[in-house]
């Protein structure tokens, strides 16, 4: 079982919907959870980081983490084609800097 | 924000020749580099952790003879992939912490595509 699960899409969508994107974790030392976007032959970039459970907001995204359950989202509202993107979570190891990597969702946005 | 400048952003080798990656953070000091490997349709997987002036740590599995990585510097770290062979072509990216700049996270190279022939 990898310690990260990720559904790699894709995932197409209309302009304007709301987008979830979902993962999974089985270590319950991972501490730090982000959301990577990136598009193709790019390098990733930072969109969101969360450190306990509950929401985070910003502009339209959200990223909501719930520890119980060991799922994180990532709430895309008003998706709009340059959304179109593969959004990769990924998580901290307690005490290191390593991080690990989901495989990520391919996203396409539609006009 | 941090940025990390990361050359060539793509190569043609011939199998069997090296080449050299380098990433190099443009307005702030990374102590830490990390080097990772991307196939396609697959997640970023860490090859090795390289510290300035010291030896860089491998991930199990990733050969440190044929993946050389140098860290002389807080603003540069290379990558060297020698005697390359076709299964050597990946899509490969650094990337800094920022904790401190931005927040908590990492700051990504825009990636090497590395094609062996």
Redesign the interface.
Known sequence: QKE?E?D?GPLSVPEGAIVSLNCTYSNSAFQ?F?W?RQYS??????LM?T?SSGNKEDGRFTAQVDKSSKYISLFIRDSQPSDSATY?CAMSVRNT???I????TRLQVFP | GAVVSQHPSWVICKSGTSVKIECRSLDFQATTMFWYRQFPKQSLMLMATSNEGSKATYEQGVEKDKFLINHASLTLSTLTVTSAHPEDSSFYICSARTSGLQGYGYTFGSGTRLTVV
């Open positions: 990260v990720q790699p730090y982000m990577y032959r790019k390098g990733p970039e930072l980081y450190y990769l800097d390593k991080l990597f989901g495989t990520g």
